[in-house]
């Protein structure tokens, strides 16, 4: 009998999914490992490998990549609060982590974290053992698929202006958590363009 309480944050998200016996409950435990890493840490390099997901416990982190002029572009905020769902509580690349391929993102902590790690050999091993981890993972792969598609739309089609506004329809409660430099970043705006899109507000 393992002690599975450090496990729990994670097990109450999959709840809100599938049901969950003590099986399941044991054998996910088995499989993570929790961690407390230090602010301005780097859970993930660009160019290197995504082979473990961190789930958020607490604190905050950011993923962001560098386009083709050489700004950094802030891909997604990372916390689990109540306002948080699947694209906030996972911090991982995943594109690196399905496909072996090296990371084009990199990922740091903005606070103390404290999150769960699996790693991929973790989760493959879940997934091929424990039938109710893989119908969660299902579920979860098509959240991730909607929340990237409308990430990429966004960024590809919409004005900063409404790029702006979808952020205070949407995501209003990311201007109290983050400071202007990240969310300006977010928008994949300067942050002097973030200051005059509030003044014309």
Same mark, same amino acid.
């Given at each position: 009998m393992i002690?599975?309480?450090f496990c729990e944050p994670f097990l109450d998200y999959m709840r809100g999914f599938v049901e969950l016996d003590a099986h399941a409950i044991e054998m996910i435990a088995a499989n993570a490992k929790e961690v407390i890493l230090p602010k301005k840490h780097t859970i993930l390099y660009e160019g290197n490998p995504s082979d473990k997901v961190h789930f958020m416990v607490s604190g905050e982190a950011r993923s962001f990549y560098t386009?083709?002029?050489?700004?950094?572009i802030t891909w997604s905020f990372h916390f689990n609060t109540p306002q948080?769902?699947?694209?906030?509580?996972?911090?991982?690349?995943?594109?690196?982590?399905?496909?072996?391929? @090296?990371?084009?993102?990199?990922?740091? &902590?903005?606070?103390? +974290?404290?999150? %769960?790690?699996f790693t991929k050999e973790q989760v493959t091993y879940l997934i091929e053992n424990l039938p109710v981890y893989e119908r969660w993972?299902?579920?979860? @792969?098509?959240?991730?698929?909607?929340? &990237?598609?409308?990430? +990429?739309?966004? %960024?590809?089609?919409?004005?900063?202006?409404?790029?702006?506004?979808?952020?205070?329809k949407d995501e209003a409660f990311l201007l109290q958590m983050f400071s202007s430099y990240y969310?300006?970043?977010?928008?994949?705006?300067?942050?002097?363009? %973030?200051?005059?899109?509030?003044?014309?507000g």
């Open positions: 002690n599975t309480d386009d083709f002029t050489g700004k950094t948080s769902i699947s694209k906030n509580l996972f911090a991982v690349d995943y594109r690196s982590f399905l496909s072996n391929e @090296n990371s084009s993102i990199s990922i740091e &902590t903005l606070t103390e +974290v404290k999150a %769960l790690v993972m299902r579920k979860l @792969n098509e959240k991730a698929f909607v929340h &990237t598609y409308d990430r +990429v739309f966004t %960024l590809l089609t919409m004005t900063a202006s409404e790029r702006y506004e979808k952020l205070l969310i300006a970043s977010y928008l994949g705006i300067a942050p002097q363009s %973030l200051s005059r899109i509030r003044g014309q």
